[in-house]
Nanobody
Framework: QVQLVESGGGLVQAGGSLRLSCAAS???????MAWYRQTPGNQRELVAF???????DYADSVKGRFTISRDNVKNTLYLQMNSLKPEDTGVYSC????????WGQGTQVTVSS
């Protein structure tokens, strides 16, 4: 069974950057994958999506600032986050859309103003 471990979060000032990683214990090359974020009291929101072939899409709120990528050899998903805003604050998790694997712990991103 695939396990997912997110890392790379932290505290950053508005305008700063972070690079998140999602390491998968098994091969995920055939699957669409996505990054999500969630804040207390809010629904988990899909912010970036990538197909097995590398096509990407983004939520309007992050388009132009975030870049999702994957390394299928390393079974790792990445999210490069630039020009961060306080509204980007939340717990970021990775998973397969719709047919989820077990959720990892996520990684906290806090953007201060």
């Amino acid at each position: 069974q695939v396990q997912l471990v997110e890392s790379g979060g932290g505290l950053v000032q508005a305008g700063g950057s972070l690079r998140l990683s999602c390491a998968a214990s098994g091969r995920i090359f055939a699957f669409n994958m996505a990054w999500y974020r969630q804040t207390p009291g809010n629904q988990r929101e899909l912010v970036a999506f990538i197909t097995g072939s590398g096509s990407t899409d983004y939520a309007d709120s992050v388009k132009g600032r975030f870049t999702i990528s994957r390394d299928n050899v390393k079974n790792t998903l990445y999210l490069q986050m630039n020009s961060l805003k306080p509204e980007d604050t939340g717990v970021y998790s990775c998973n397969r859309p719709y047919n989820n694997f077990m959720w990892g712990q996520g990684t906290q991103v806090t953007v201060s103003s």
